[in-house]
């Protein structure tokens, strides 16, 4: 099974390949499905480290809500 950084550099590569608009109809609906099942692999690989992080968050008390910023580097609300 390939890591969650080869199934979305795989998915980014898809999205290339579609957003150039130089395959056949044939060809845009075969890529669009293999996106589709690495963009939920990659979920599922997310997920499952959430629920890894949450678990280490947890306190004797309950569970410790911590707001992540997930956001690339370089994003920003106001637009920097």
Do not use: N
């Amino acid at each position: 099974m390939a890591s969650f950084e080869e199934q979305l550099a795989q998915l980014e590569a898809v999205v290339d390949r579609l957003e150039r608009g130089e395959l056949t109809l044939e060809e845009s609906v075969r890529l669009f499905e293999d996106g589709v099942r690495l963009s939920t692999a990659c979920k599922s690989e997310l997920d499952a480290a959430e629920g890894r992080i949450q678990v280490l968050l947890e306190t004797p008390t309950g569970m410790k809500a911590t707001a992540m910023d997930l956001g690339e580097e370089g994003d920003s609300e106001d637009g920097e």
